[in-house]
């Protein structure tokens, strides 16, 4: 693979971070039985991000959860033999809250939906919301994010790269050529 562009800069990662705070507590007015949950991996470091954002705005804490959505997957064999199970933490009721699910990049929707499937069988939120840095296209399914950081059109032969200071000990978005 071929590093074709570096898209976003921690600058701009923030500053994305920062819009999609400020969107989640406009629609929801407030944070009031608000909770957020992230999708491993690198979901779950946007998550704190955004609640510790709210918190600040807000001066209210948000609980905030991770999910892991593997055994939800309908492309589990396709992906690995032997999946790595990351472990859901959500130590908090969600029935009856309005879920905030935060994702790195949205694609052809699939994780999004095998998220959904997770959340319900955990409880029944009053809303359920998706919130992605990166929407790069490709749908497979009718999802769509309600907040989205940055909006990527990519073709089928690039891959989108999110690092995050929390995983990679960098923060950037990074667009790859998988033919070279």
């Not at 790269?161 to 950037?172: A, G």
């Amino acid at each position: 693979m071929k590093l074709k562009a570096r898209l976003m800069d921690e600058n701009a990662i923030n500053r994305a971070v920062t819009r999609i705070t400020h969107e989640i507590i406009e629609k929801n007015n407030g944070s009031e039985n608000l909770c957020i949950i992230g999708i491993h991996t690198r979901g779950v470091p946007l998550a704190k991000r955004i609640a510790d954002n709210i918190g600040r705005i807000e001066g209210t804490a948000v609980d905030v959860g991770s999910l892991d959505i593997t055994l939800y997957r309908d492309d589990l064999t396709e992906i690995q033999e032997m999946p790595v199970i990351l472990g859901t933490e959500i130590p908090f009721e969600i029935r009856n809250r309005k879920v905030v699910l935060v994702d790195d990049v949205f694609f052809t929707g699939r994780t999004a939906r095998a998220a959904i499937e997770a959340v319900f069988s955990i409880g029944r939120p009053s809303q359920l919301q998706l919130a992605v840095l990166v929407d790069r296209g490709h749908r497979e399914l009718p999802i769509r994010a309600d907040y989205v950081g940055k909006n990527i059109p990519t073709s089928l032969s690039e891959q989108v790269r999110v690092k995050l200071m929390e995983c990679d000990d960098e923060n950037s978005v990074e667009l790859y050529d998988m033919h070279e």
